[in-house]
């Protein structure tokens, strides 16, 4: 009978694809030589199919719901242990309510994407709105709506949805996320189908589109090294991004490449801003697990100099000074740092080795 159904090709073809992952960071010119990264390797393969099904299949933009799409069992796409995201896909011609409690955030927003309905990656920021853009109440809550049009009536926050918006996401960052209540967030469509049937040759779509999904989040890593034990020059906010990145933080990336008793002092100054911090990633844009030692560090954890300056230790092991973010065995990685909403583009942070 499989024969009869368009959905079971486009599972086969997403197995395939799947089983075929692990060639990326076991062989070729990308091959990983330490086992810490190939390990998590694996993680990452059933990671990125974990989003790919919450996204591609299960997602439903006539009426959505918001699905966790990062967390510390769900690693991928540049995460980090200070913030929660959500994700909904959206149908561009329909409206939209949703509504929240802001909790203990120090930042939130949400960002529309515009792009291809097919698995890719998105291709635009189609519109935007933080904390600092919706009425908040006295018990925290907050309420805004997108659609093609403004309601008739409304005049609070909204955001208008071009014929190209695939997908909504949620970011809310707290200096404390273990103790710390996070963002609540909700999404309802105004006036959604009465009923669902499955259909063939939607669902083989939406298979189809899991796939390319899974196939260009695997082109991207695992990443090379760069320049080791330095940052680049961090660049401003954006005013285009790829995929879904935030359009409002500047950014800087680097690496280090650390023997045993070695460790990079990164030495620096933040400007104002809502929120910053620093994260380690393996070649695979995720980061260490950070259940058991510090593997990202938020300008609120952050014990700062006199001056207001900064001094964090990237090292094995535990330096005997403050701000020391550990790389959990990892001889070498990635490191990321951003700012969001700054009052001016950071400066470069200096660098250097030093013998523990």
Request: hydrophobic share 35%.
């Amino acid at each position: 009978m499989a024969d009869q159904y368009e959905t079971t090709a486009a599972v086969h073809e997403l197995i395939d694809v799947l089983r075929g992952l692990e060639d990326r960071f076991m062989s070729g010119e990308r091959a990983l030589t330490d086992d810490q990264s190939v390990l998590e390797g694996y993680k990452w393969m059933f990671s990125i199919l974990q989003v790919a099904m919450d996204t591609q299949v299960w997602g439903d933009p006539a009426n959505p719901r918001f699905v966790e799409i990062v967390g510390p069992y769900k690693k991928w796409g540049g995460d980090n242990a200070d913030a929660f995201y959500v994700f909904a896909p959206l149908d561009p011609a329909r409206t939209y309510k949703v509504n929240g409690v802001f909790g203990d955030a120090v930042y939130f927003s949400l960002t529309v994407y515009g792009g291809p309905r097919d698995g890719r990656y998105s291709e635009r920021i189609v519109g935007s709105l933080n904390d600092r853009d919706v009425a908040i109440a006295a018990d925290g809550s907050f309420e805004f709506m997108m659609g093609p049009s403004r309601p008739d009536g409304w005049d609070g926050a909204f955001i208008q949805l071009d014929d190209d918006a695939v997908c909504a996401i949620t970011r809310d960052y707290l200096i404390d996320p273990v103790h710390g209540t996070r963002v609540q967030w909700h999404i309802e469509s105004v006036d959604p189908p009465t009923t669902y049937r499955e259909d063939d040759a939607d669902l083989a779509r939406r298979f189809r589109a899991a796939t390319t999904w899974l196939r260009e989040q695997s082109q991207m890593v695992p990443l090379s090294l760069g320049e080791p034990n330095s940052l680049d020059e961090p660049y401003p906010v954006p005013t285009q991004t790829f995929g879904w990145a935030a359009g409002d933080a500047a950014y800087t990336m680097g690496s280090f490449d650390l023997a045993e008793d070695e460790a990079l002092v990164i030495r620096g100054r933040s400007p104002e801003c809502a929120f910053w911090n620093l994260c380690l990633w393996n070649p695979f844009l995720h980061t260490y697990n950070y259940d058991y030692e510090r593997v990202t560090i938020n300008g609120g954890q952050i014990e700062y100099e006199p001056d207001g300056s900064w001094t964090i230790v990237i090292a094995h092991r535990d330096p005997g000074r403050p701000n020391w973010v550990s790389t959990c065995g990892h001889p070498r990685g990635r490191i990321w740092m951003r700012w969001f909403l700054p009052d001016e583009t950071p400066t470069r942070p200096t660098f250097e080795v030093v013998k523990l």
